[in-house]
């Protein structure tokens, strides 16, 4: 089952911040976050296995509830660069690497 | 380190053809997948080699698709008697088994337009 995220699509300023969700109906046990630019390939941002888990930087960062269904990415005081299409892309067993990806959010800094 | 690599870039091709992808991964990554990705979804992901054994494959991958990584090296994508629907952008992507990240890195992909 894909995961869903929300939004769909955000508009911001630079220097302001976002949260992205990605909820799925079972719990995972893994959560990869991508964000893709267009025309280019998914680049890895993290990797989020442990339920309660929030790792990251000050400027990007996610977190994994304690259930392992919900996974949240955290863009602060975001710049142009971070302007793309982010995935959430999740497994739902250990030993399994068919990764199903989430239905994705476009995000767009603007100057 | 050269990254991932995939040929063609792009195909044009007729409805019934059939046509072949290739992928390179990165040298020494011995976990390599391929994706097929349609304007404004995700990756979908079609099958997952450990080396040379395909150890996962989507039940999307009909009959008409087959994939091989014969040395575990560099990978094929296969597609038989192609259709309108089939047209997407196809990625690989490869990773290192003892990498706790899992990290996967993609390809620029191979973008097939089926007429």
């Known amino acids: 089952q894909q995961p869903v995220q929300s939004p769909q699509a955000v508009i911001l300023r630079e220097g302001e911040d976002a949260v992205i969700n990605c909820s799925s109906s079972?719990?995972?046990?893994?959560v990869h976050w991508y964000r893709q630019k267009h025309g280019e390939a998914p680049v890895f941002l993290m990797i989020?296995?442990?339920?309660?888990e929030q790792k990251g930087h000050e400027k990007i960062s996610a977190s994994f509830n304690e259930k392992k269904q919900q996974s949240s990415l955290y863009l602060t005081a975001s710049q142009l660069s971070y302007s793309g299409t982010y995935f959430c892309s999740t497994t739902r067993t250990s030993g399994t690497y068919k990764y199903i990806f989430g239905t994705g959010t476009r995000l767009k800094v603007l100057a | 380190d050269t990254g991932v690599s995939q040929n063609p870039r792009h195909k044009i091709t007729k409805r019934g053809q059939n046509v072949t992808f290739r992928c390179d991964p990165i040298s020494e990554h011995n976990r390599l997948y391929w994706y097929r990705q349609t304007l404004g979804q995700g990756p979908e992901f079609l099958t997952y080699?450990?080396?040379?054994?395909?150890?996962?494959k989507s039940r999307l991958l009909s009959d008409r698709f087959s994939a091989e990584r014969p040395k575990g090296s560099f990978s094929t994508l296969e597609i038989q008697r192609t259709e309108q629907g089939d047209s997407a952008m196809y990625l690989c992507?490869?990773?290192?088994?003892?990498?706790?990240?899992?990290?996967?890195?993609f390809g620029p992909g191979t973008r097939l337009l089926v007429l």
């Open positions: 989020l296995l442990k339920g309660g």
């Open positions: 992507a490869s990773s290192l088994d003892w990498d706790p990240e899992e990290t996967q890195y």
């Open positions: 080699f450990q080396n040379e054994a395909q150890l996962e």
């Open positions: 079972k719990a995972l046990y893994s």
